[in-house]
């Protein structure tokens, strides 16, 4: 059974930093795009980053800029490293592998 386990979540004041990690169970991470969502109160999930297994990169307009999507095959881990946070990036942050596995978030709060 495979399980995704995110963490680095917290409170954090706007212009700061956190790194969100995934982990993941299960072989051949290497193969699967991975991506992380979020989801504010009262609004839909909206997809953030996604990485492919090639190392391909995407990004929501809203993090250009700010936030980095990597991974580390060894590790079976996806990071999301996210600078100049913001207070409209208050959100459970969600880790997604290809296949449709989820995690079960880890909550992301940027408040003076």
């Known amino acids: 059974q495979v399980q995704l386990v995110e963490s680095g979540g917290g409170l954090v004041q706007p212009g700061g930093s956190l790194r969100l990690s995934c982990v993941a169970s299960?072989?051949?991470?290497?193969?699967?795009?991975m991506a992380w969502y979020r989801q504010a109160p009262g609004k839909q999930r909206e997809l953030v980053a996604r990485i492919t297994s090639d190392g391909i990169t995407n990004y929501a307009d809203s993090v250009k800029g700010r936030f980095t999507i990597s991974r580390d095959n060894a590790k079976n881990t996806v990071y999301l490293q996210m600078n100049s946070l913001k207070p409209e990036d208050t959100a459970l942050y969600y880790c997604?592998?290809?296949?449709?596995?989820w995690g079960q978030g880890t909550q992301v709060t940027v408040s003076s």
């Open positions: 997604k592998r290809g296949d449709g596995y």
């Open positions: 299960g072989r051949f991470f290497s193969i699967y795009t």
